[in-house]
């Protein structure tokens, strides 16, 4: 896989009008991770999937410490 952020190629989803925290640092989208351009197999692009799993995990666990209680 190449993830080529190259500033003459990013797009709108790889070089968006904010900065995210990263470890207390802020950073643009597009440093260090895969291309938020970049497509899935079933067409979703990257920027609009990029915490999806994360979000998933968080939701089980409050199931799951909500039926423990």
């Known amino acids: ?3 080529d952020n190259n500033e003459t ?3 709108k989803w790889d070089n968006p009008p904010y900065t995210i925290n990263a470890f207390g640092t802020e950073r643009e989208l597009n440093v260090k991770t895969v291309a938020m351009s970049a497509q899935h197999h079933n067409g979703v692009r990257q920027y609009d999937s990029h915490n999806v799993y994360g ?3 968080a939701m089980a666990t ?3 410490l909500e039926e423990v209680r």
Do not use: F, G
Request: glycine fraction near 0%; include cysteine; hydrophobic fraction near 40%.
């Open 62 to 64: 409050y199931k799951a």
């Open 55 to 57: 979000m998933s995990e």
């Open 9 to 11: 190629r990013l797009t």
């Open 1 to 3: 896989m190449v993830c």
